[in-house]
Every structure is written in structure tokens, then in C-alpha cells.
């Protein structure tokens, strides 16, 4: 399995978790604290199981998701 | 200047628009301006420009809409009811500051009415008519050669000012033939460049054209922009035409169709020995409040002619400002002042 | 490492007005990189009318109008008749598109002119606070069908992409989804081929996506999602609905 790592812009992030559910790995989750709209944003959760498929990025609505994976 | 043509006033209105560099024009059938859209189905064509026959009066202001968005010369036209219908896009074309012409050959109202000449539209094309504080400059000619000088200005204007303007012309004047000269278009050298148009964004930030200003102070700022705007075009572009007013104990007001009887009537009196004069606003926004002051100070009496139930007599009234009485004359519905009925008129008054 | 994903240069920074979850995001996205891979975002003019992506201006890196609601064709009929080498694309609702517009998305499609539209029907009128769209379906409740759509009452939904693919000025016109990334990516092949249809002079293409309004239908993001898929991918069915180079 490659290797991948997702960055999340959390002050773009609106909580809507269809990046949760579309992670094939279960890598994200909700964050405990708030984002400064009052959002409880996406966050990974288990970082070291990525394996940077993109998928999350590609269900976010607010563009807050970059992907990127070992060559 | 070049040749003298006999044309009907529609048609004189095309040409003029042809000459004045109209990129795109779209039009919907309506009475009694049909002539202008059929001979612009032709020459537009032949000219290898844009014409569409819109699927309504709405979808054609919204071309224009378009057209004039990319930075084009482009025009619609329509008559009475149709022009109702366009209003919603002046509104937008006002708000997202685009020149375009719209040319209104009136008919009667209200709602579908008849298809002869009137006036009726005055308050709609002044006053703004879609929702919002805007103007439009509005051309009032009264002959066929009026017609064609104002649409050419018409262009012109829109675009120095960025607004839309209107030529408001009536269904005598549109169906009429006389003849008619068409002036070399005027340069537009002097005119600021449209670097707000929506050209696409190569080598330059991206353009936004938008009426639509959410939140903050952003829209109070753009309602104050178009405000020094109007304010300019009011301080540049009053158009009117004085007839024997210097010693008129009464003054006529008229404009369009309705000032050719006063023009008659004034003549015809003037044969008699009375002191009748005519102002004609060749432009209706802006108006001429300040003529009619100055004239308030020598015209014991003003008498306001119009093919409708009294609409500009209140600009009067604004100019006069109390100091003489104002009457008012015309009916609507497709009445269309004679020089006697005037003459007589004005008879009953002195 | 390899970028696999980061935002596409014909979107701004700027944060959108939408809810979370709200599918008009994806969508915008899917533009932008469709627009970034054709390399067209020096010629490309979009229109939003009257609706939640009104602002959609705000979002886009490149050549942009607002307009009266329903009129994007219209609009769009005078951009792209002035200026036929730029790449010219209506963004319109169901709202808008298919009730107050409907005789001007009608007759442009019907005209054939080479323009592209994408169409978001998520059943409901979102940024007026929920209202019946002409899209919205029989038994769903809205603001102004507080007892659900009744046929007899409001008349039925309506399949805007089935309509429009009769008339003969139509290239292309498919209905895809954005609920997951299968039907992602299978949405972004429709919108490129809608605007690489513009680019190759090939005629009217429209992309219709089925889209969630988590907010007015009461649903949080992903149980929207599976409202979408129970309630209107059966009525509204996926797929390319007429493809004049399959015809061919």
C-alpha cells in the first residue's frame, strides 16, 4: 500500500464529514475543538493509515483537502 | 452627411444603429415597431453582425444583457407592453452599469391597448420603471431625422456614461416616412475604454459584471457611484428646443409627436399676432427644469401637450415651480394632437 | 511526495456562502478543474443567475456575471454570439432553469448555440429558505408543500433533461451525481465532454447534477446523501441522456 498524507485547511472546514465517510480507511474524523466558524472540522484521526487515494478531497464541497502520496 | 433617403422612421432607426457600430441586436415581434426588427434581420446579417429573434421580450433585454456585458454595441427595441416586459433587464443593465440602447415606439395602454401612437410610457422610461434607483438618458425626437441623430447619440452616450439609454419614439414617427440623412458616426476616441467587459481573462485580472452587491456598505457605495453619474449626465446632457419663447405670453411644452401640432400651432399664432412660444425637451431624462424656470419668469402661462393623460406636465410644474399656472392637454388612447385643436386651445387660455 | 490534490487555479481562496455539505461545492470544483485541464481559463465566461450560487463570482478565478433569475441563457446567447472563440458556461438551479427560465434554457438548446450549461437540481428552491422547485417530488415536503407535493395540487416534477435531449439543437446532455467518488469522477467526464463539445463547435451541452440541500431538506450532509439516492436517483435517472456523437 502506498504511503499517502492529507492536509486539512480546518477555517475552510464546515464539519459535513462526507470526507469521513468516503475515506476508504478510516483515516478521518471529527476534531473535538471548534474552528473559528464553530465547526467541528475534519481531522485525521489515524494519519499513518493514508493511503492518499484522494477520495476525501475529491467528496469536499469546500476545498479544504490537499492529498499527497509517496512516489 | 451623405445621401438624402425617404425612409420609414423604423427603419431609419436600424440604419442609424447600423452606422453607429451595433454589434448585436435582438428583438421580438410587437406592433407597431415590427419594421425596425425585420430590417435588422437583413442588415445585421449582411453586415456580418449579430441578430437574434428572441424567444421574448425578457430574453432579448438579457441578451443585450450579454452582448453588452462583452464590451458590444447592442440594442434592443420593442413597443409599450414590450418594453414593460424589458424592464427587469434595464434594471440589471442599470445596476451592473452596461451601455446598451433600448428603443421604445410607443403605443397606447394600459395592458395590451391599441397599436396607435401615444405617449403613455413617459413616468415608466423617466422615473426608471424596473425596481431600484436608475435612469436612462431618453431621446424624444419627433421626425424620422430625429430618430436617426438620437439613436447614433443614444450609443454614444451609453457608453461615455456607462448606462443604458433609451430613444423614445412613438408609432406615427415609427411609421412615418420622411426624408432622412444619417451622420458620420462620431469617434470613440473620447470614450473610456470597456475594461470591465467580459472577454475573458487573458493577461488581466478576471472581470466581474454584477448588479448584485450582498452585504456591507458595498452596495450604498455603488448606489453612490451611480448617483455622481446621473449627476453628471444631468449637468452635460439637457437637450431641448426653444421655438419664439424670448416674448411668449404663453409658453407650449411638448415633446415627440405631440410637439409637431404645437410647432403648427405656434406658427399659426404667431400669424395671428399671439405671443406663443414652445419648448421641446429633445431629451427626457434629463430634463430641463432649469429652461423652464428661466421661462417662468417671463410666460404668464404654460400649456403642457401630451398623447396621454398628463405625465411630463408634472416635470413642468417641478421647473415652473408655482410661478405661472401650467395646464395641461391630450388624451390617450390613440388621440393625436391637431394644430386647430391646439390653436384652439390655446385661444381659451389667453 | 506526489500532489494527488489541491485546488484548482480557476477557483479563488475564497470561502463559499454554502451549507455545509451542500453539493453546489463539488460541483464548482469540478468546473474549475475541468477548466484548469482544458486550458481555457483565459477564455472561459461563466453565468449565475438568481439562487445560492448567485455568488459563484466570488469562486471562480475567471471571467464572471451575474443576471436576472432564469435569464443565464439568454445572457449567455449575447456573450457568446459577440465573442464566438471564448468558452461560455451557464451555472443555473432548478429554480432557476427549470421554472422561471424554463422558456430560455428551452429555446437555447433548441437553437443549438454552442454553449454549455451545468444544472443543479436538488429538488428544492435552497437560498429563499426551501420552497417547491418544479424539480421537487411527489410526497417531499417544502415550505410551500407543507403537505407534501400533491400531483393533483402542484402538478408533477419535472425531467428538464429528458425534455430538453427531444429538441434538435441538443449535442449533449447527461445527469450525473456527486455523492460519492465513483459518481465524482463519472460527473467530471460529463462536464468536460460539455465543455470540450463547446470547444469542438459541436452545439448545446448541458450537465444535470442531482445535488443534496442538506439545510432546507432537513438532513444532515449525509443523511442527505441517502435521501438522494433512495428518493431521486430512481425518479431522476443517472446516465447520458443524448449524445450526438453516439448517434453518428
Known amino acids: 500500500m502506498p504511503k499517502g498524507k492529507v492536509v486539512i485547511d480546518k477555517e475552510k472546514c464546515k464539519g459535513c464529514e462526507l470526507c469521513i465517510a468516503a475515506c476508504p480507511k478510516k483515516v478521518l474524523g471529527l476534531s473535538e475543538d471548534f474552528n473559528t466558524k464553530g465547526y467541528r472540522y475534519s481531522t485525521p484521526l489515524h494519519p499513518e493509515d493514508c493511503i492518499g487515494c484522494g477520495f476525501c478531497a475529491m467528496m469536499c464541497p469546500d476545498v479544504a483537502i490537499e492529498v499527497y502520496r509517496e512516489e | 452627411m451623405g445621401e438624402k433617403y425617404l425612409m420609414k422612421g423604423n427603419e431609419a432607426l436600424g440604419e442609424a444603429a447600423i452606422i453607429a457600430g451595433c454589434d448585436a441586436y435582438f428583438g421580438y415581434p410587437i406592433t407597431p415597431q415590427n419594421e425596425l426588427t425585420a430590417y435588422m434581420s437583413k442588415r445585421m446579417l449582411e453586415e456580418g453582425r449579430v441578430f437574434v429573434q428572441s424567444e421574448s421580450e425578457v430574453a432579448a433585454i438579457n441578451m443585450v444583457f450579454g452582448a453588452a456585458g462583452a464590451g458590444k454595441r447592442a440594442m434592443t427595441s420593442s413597443s409599450s407592453p414590450g418594453i414593460s416586459l424589458k424592464q427587469e433587464g434595464i434594471s440589471y443593465l442599470a445596476g451592473a452599469q452596461l451601455p446598451a440602447v433600448i428603443v421604445n415606439v410607443m403605443r397606447g395602454g394600459p395592458g395590451l391597448g391599441n397599436i396607435s401612437p401615444a405617449q403613455g410610457d413617459y413616468y415608466q422610461a423617466t422615473r426608471g420603471g424596473g425596481n431600484g434607483d436608475y435612469r436612462l438618458i431618453v431621446f424624444a425626437p419627433n421626425s424620422v431625422q430625429e430618430m436617426a441623430d438620437d439613436v447614433m447619440d443614444a450609443f454614444y452616450l451609453a457608453d461615455k456614461y456607462r448606462m443604458p439609454s433609451m430613444v423614445m419614439a412613438d408609432g406615427m414617427l415609427g411609421q412615418m416616412m420622411e426624408p432622412v440623412q444619417f451622420k458620420d458616426p462620431k469617434s470613440k476616441k473620447d470614450l473610456p475604454a470597456k475594461d470591465w467587459a467580459l472577454t475573458g481573462a487573458k493577461g488581466r485580472p478576471r472581470n466581474i459584471v454584477r448588479s448584485l452587491m450582498l452585504g456591507g456598505t458595498g452596495l450604498y457605495e455603488h448606489n453612490e457611484v451611480l448617483r455622481k453619474v446621473y449627476a453628471e449626465v444631468e449637468a452635460n446632457e439637457i437637450r431641448y428646443e426653444e421655438l419664439e419663447t424670448a416674448d411668449a405670453d404663453l409658453t407650449l411644452v411638448a415633446y415627440g409627436s405631440a410637439s409637431r401640432a404645437c410647432i403648427g400651432a405656434v406658427r399659426y399664432l404667431r400669424a395671428a399676432g399671439k405671443k406663443v412660444g414652445l419648448i421641446r425637451p429633445r431629451v427626457i431624462w434629463p430634463y430641463p427644469y432649469k429652461a423652464l424656470e428661466k421661462q417662468a419668469e417671463k410666460s404668464k402661462k404654460f400649456l403642457v401637450v401630451e398623447m396621454n393623460l398628463g405625465q411630463m406636465v408634472d416635470d413642468v410644474r417641478i421647473g415652473v415651480a408655482g410661478k405661472a399656472p401650467v395646464e395641461f392637454f391630450g388624451y390617450a388612447g390613440g388621440w393625436i394632437p391637431t394644430v386647430k385643436e391646439v390653436v384652439d386651445r390655446v385661444n381659451q387660455m389667453l | ?248
Request: aromatic share 8%.
Open chain 3, 1 to 248: 511526495m506526489k500532489t494527488v490534490y489541491k485546488k484548482p487555479e480557476s477557483m479563488t481562496s475564497a470561502t463559499t456562502i454554502y451549507c455545509p455539505g451542500c453539493h453546489h461545492g463539488i460541483a464548482h470544483r469540478l468546473i474549475a478543474e475541468v477548466i484548469d485541464e482544458l486550458g481555457i481559463a483565459d477564455r472561459a465566461i461563466g453565468i449565475a443567475p438568481v439562487g445560492c450560487a448567485a455568488l459563484a463570482y466570488d469562486y471562480f478565478n475567471i471571467d464572471f456575471s451575474e443576471t436576472p433569475h432564469g435569464r443565464a441563457p439568454a445572457v449567455a446567447t449575447g456573450l457568446k454570439l459577440t465573442q464566438p472563440d471564448r468558452v461560455v458556461f451557464t451555472y443555473q438551479g432548478d429554480g432557476d432553469l427549470a421554472s422561471i427560465g424554463a422558456a430560455e434554457i428551452l429555446h437555447l438548446a433548441n437553437r443549438g448555440f454552442n454553449i454549455t450549461t451545468i444544472f443543479i437540481n436538488n429538488a428544492i428552491y435552497g437560498m429563499t429558505g426551501g420552497q417547491m422547485a418544479p424539480t421537487t417530488l411527489e410526497g417531499q415536503k417544502t415550505t410551500t408543500t407543507p403537505f407534501g407535493r400533491d400531483l393533483q395540487i402542484h402538478g408533477h416534477p419535472m425531467k428538464v433533461s429528458e425534455i430538453l435531449s427531444q429538441t434538435a439543437g441538443v449535442a449533449y446532455i447527461a445527469r450525473g451525481a456527486v455523492y460519492d467518488p465513483k459518481h465524482v469522477m463519472e460527473t467530471k467526464k460529463m462536464i468536460k465532454k460539455a465543455f470540450q463539445n463547446q470547444i469542438d463547435g459541436k452545439g448545446f451541452s448541458m450537465v444535470e447534477i442531482l445535488s443534496t440541500c442538506p439545510t432546507n431538506w432537513g438532513l444532515s450532509p449525509l443523511d442527505a446523501v441517502e435521501w438522494l439516492k433512495k428518493n431521486m436517483e430512481p425518479f431522476y435517472p443517472l446516465g447520458v441522456k443524448k449524445d450526438i456523437d453516439q448517434e453518428q
